[in-house]
């Protein structure tokens, strides 16, 4: 005996979501329905791309589940996704949705390519997902998440109108955060040019000529003698260096002697391995531990007490400089009080400075100066992957003024900064202001509330009947 099929009414049941689980109520001729019962997964029969097979241009873009819209491209039309469009593409992992209406082809790993029934309004469907807010489970899987959710369906004329309201207001909202990102860029390079001007001896001319007078083209320092002067035609140098007052000196790090060893690359793996680690105790920097803010523990290593002074000649004390030696080359960051007695691992160098060098001054150096992101960028030519050495490090350039202008250059790129900074963190809560204006759109606009709303028109109820008529042919 075969299987009654089910009528309309029947099917209308089943995916229509009860009034005590609403979520917040709807207009009246709205309805809430269950996410499985309006959107489908789209076949695509071309396979789908792996990531190492991605190129940098070609003809075809690559959509994957990343957070840039496009990931990649190929030239291989085998790929070409065969599906309808529009249709809007979901990070399994990542929890991004992307709404593409261009041929395109499909990452392999974590996307689902998402689509509602015919009748309905696909990017009315785009822009509900942006508002839906998933638990975070890492780098599992979310869809069964997604397919939990309950979807509010107004009339076909109220969807569209909807989204014609939300390409206006929305696309009004990322103008502005375009802007916010531009000037962003700009706040970069004025703080680029702030310290280029610093360590060509332009922000301290002024106070140079108060405090050295006419003497200042013959002052020379007596601590360093000639003998530690950088050979300017040494090939190491070639290009690298810039003009600097004729008060100041170019010094490679590695004639600032010091009682201590200069410079100290953490212990190699076969002094300090895996095996050695513990789930806590003493901890142990590792790369990613140097952040542009500082050090951070997110990605450390732990040994035993007893280990750790094993290797106490490693362990740190503070006003120690951090330095990277490997991936992000010159990153560097000061010790306090937190990080005393950790200890490095093999990627990072622990520089401990001698007192006729101004830390901060130094690390300013590290971080900003022209000079040296020339010359680690001509000591990495060529090599397999970024990395430094201890001797290229020791070789690095200082343009080096007295000890009391390097503090008076501390003092003058901070005033600067702090000014910088206050205008950067206006732009950055415009920037919050803007996301949760996005926001509160999107939640009014799918509660009724963008004055879009026609009540006098047929219940969407009427709709589905039309989409699940479409669906039992």
Not at 276 to 300: R, W
């Amino acid at each position: 005996m075969s299987k009654k099929k089910k009528t309309i009414d029947e099917v209308l049941k089943e995916i229509i979501v009860g009034e005590k689980e609403h979520p917040y109520r709807l207009p009246d001729n709205w309805v809430w329905v269950k996410f499985d019962s309006v959107i489908k997964t789209s076949r695509n029969q071309a396979t789908a791309i792996k990531q190492k097979d991605y190129e940098e241009e070609g003809i075809i873009p690559v959509i994957d589940q990343g957070k840039r819209l496009i990931s990649g491209f190929t030239n291989n039309e085998n790929y070409l996704y065969t599906g309808e469009l529009p249709i809007i593409v979901f990070g399994d992992h990542t929890k991004c949705f992307k709404w593409i209406d261009f041929k395109f082809a499909q990452g392999a790993d974590g996307t689902k390519l998402l689509k509602p029934l015919e009748k309905l309004y696909p990017k009315y469907f785009y822009y509900i997902f942006k508002l839906v807010n998933l638990p975070d489970k890492g780098y599992s899987r979310h869809f069964k998440y997604l397919r939990d959710i309950t979807l509010p369906i107004p009339p076909l004329n109220e969807q569209k109108r909807v989204v014609e309201k939300l390409d206006e207001l929305l696309q009004k909202i990322e103008d502005a955060k375009q802007l916010i990102e531009e000037a962003k860029e700009t706040f970069e390079l004025r703080r680029a040019a702030i310290l280029d001007k610093a360590f060509r001896g332009e922000l301290t001319r002024k106070w140079r000529r108060n405090n050295y007078g006419e003497l200042e083209d013959n002052y020379k320092k007596k601590n360093i003698s000639n003998n530690n002067y950088i050979n300017l035609d040494d090939e190491t140098y070639v290009n690298v260096l810039h003009e600097i007052p004729e008060s100041w000196n170019w010094i490679p790090l590695k004639q600032f002697e010091s009682k201590e060893q200069l410079v100290l690359t953490g212990p190699f793996g076969t002094t300090l391995s895996k095996k050695d680690f513990t789930s806590e105790g003493v901890p142990v920097l590792t790369i990613g531990c140097l952040t542009d803010n500082g050090i951070s523990l997110n990605k450390a290593n732990y040994v035993s007490e007893e280990k750790a002074n094993q290797l106490k000649r490693y362990r740190l004390r503070k006003g120690d400089i951090l330095f990277s030696r490997m991936a992000t080359v010159g990153r560097a960051s000061l010790v306090d009080e937190t990080f005393e007695n950790a200890l490095i691992n093999y990627h990072i160098m622990r520089l401990r400075l001698p007192q006729d060098l101004n830390i901060e001054y130094f690390l300013q150096v590290v971080k900003g100066a022209s000079s040296t992101k020339r010359y680690l960028k001509n000591v990495n030519h060529g090599a397999t992957r970024d990395g430094i050495n201890t001797k290229q490090l020791l070789d690095l350039p200082i343009p080096y003024p007295s000890l009391a202008e390097q503090k008076q250059i501390v003092e003058q790129i901070s005033v600067l900064f702090d000014k910088e900074n206050v205008v950067s963190e206006e732009l950055e809560k415009n920037k919050i202001i803007l996301d949760n204006l996005q926001q509160t759109i999107l939640s009014k606009a799918f509660r009724g509330e963008l004055g879009t709303n026609e009540p006098s028109e047929e219940s969407a109820i009427e709709l589905l009947k039309e989409v699940l008529q479409e669906q039992v042919k």
